[in-house]
């Protein structure tokens, strides 16, 4: 059955941005036969106007249906309904015109589609990968070392998290923040080299900027890809997202010591460790209903194309 035309474009999104291979092309194209259009296309999807051109002023057009995505903190990007009609971000807002979407949502491969070194976001893992079953032993066999941390920018819990770790067992930093490994492990782009080095570790610090509501980002997995246990600091929505019982959740503890002394305590214990890490990085290892593809794809269909 022929499928039905559909126009988009996409403005002010970040750099190694590619129009034709991105999360939203791959989500429509199930269903659509999309074609990129600048003039006056069904959907515009644009972004926080990364390079200053606000490019999504130039489609008030009465006929195209502008859509808002944000992959930073909301409190900071929020969504402008004088300038878009729609929005998908980090909150759950409650406005029937917001679906809540996480940044952690397109790093899985949900389309199954080739890699590509210059797409941004990667799409490392793939969803059968990610719900299968783990085998802790040969887990443990790849990790040559304690705990990694690859971060660039100094806010959040991490700034006084890791020094204080650091002081009781050894902490690889490769990102630019806190670096001890005379190496620079880059997180944007294709992120292949950064989850191949996480790889070697049995736990890695996955601290988000702030804790705003619903903002989880990448960080918590891309340890999950790796098959390392994450300690996270962040968002409480993030037990909405995930398995808790496969990650160390500083909000369970409240107390930097606390939280080290149970990673201490895992990581002196055979059998902590593999209870942790065999479990399902999904709770009940089910995805969430709103990151399911087809509930994004329904959202459009029923909000936006209506």
Not at 59 to 80: C, L, M, Q, R, W
Request: proline share 5%; charged share 25%.
């Amino acid at each position: 059955m022929k499928k039905e035309k559909l126009t988009i474009d996409f403005v002010d999104f970040w750099p190694n941005f590619i129009k034709t291979d991105n999360y939203f092309y791959h989500l429509l194209s199930q269903e659509y036969e999309v074609i990129i259009e600048k003039n006056e296309p069904d959907i515009l999807f644009h972004s926080v106007d990364y390079h200053n051109q606000n490019g999504h002023l130039h489609y008030d057009n009465g006929i195209t249906k502008k859509v808002y995505f944000t992959a930073e903190p909301p409190h900071i990007h929020s969504p402008n309904y004088n300038q878009t009609h729609f929005s998908f971000g980090y909150e759950d807002t409650g406005d029937e015109r917001n679906y809540r979407l996480p940044l952690w949502v397109l790093h899985l491969n949900w389309f199954n589609v080739p890699h590509n070194d210059y797409r941004d976001q990667s799409y490392l893992h793939s969803l059968d990968e990610f719900l299968a079953p783990k085998d802790p032993e040969k887990i443990l066999l790849q990790k040559q070392a304690f705990c990694s941390f690859v971060n660039t920018q100094p806010f959040g819990k991490r700034v006084e998290f890791v020094p204080k770790l650091h002081l009781k067992q050894f902490v690889h930093c490769a990102g630019r923040m806190y670096n001890n490994t005379n190496g620079n492990i880059i997180g944007r782009g294709d992120q292949r080299w950064k989850i191949d080095y996480l790889k070697n570790f049995k736990f890695n610090i996955s601290m988000e900027n702030c804790p705003d509501y619903g903002y989880v980002s990448e960080k918590i997995i891309h340890s999950m890809f790796a098959n390392c246990i994450p300690i996270y600091w962040g968002s409480n929505a993030v037990v909405g997202d995930f398995n808790e019982e496969s990650f160390i959740n500083w909000h369970q503890y409240e107390d930097d010591e606390l939280v080290i002394n149970k990673i201490m305590e895992i990581d002196a214990n055979y059998d902590l460790y593999a209870k942790m890490i065999s479990e399902p990085w999904f709770k009940d290892n089910k995805i969430p209903e709103f990151a399911k593809p087809k509930n994004v794809i329904n959202f459009i269909k029923e909000k936006i194309l209506k």
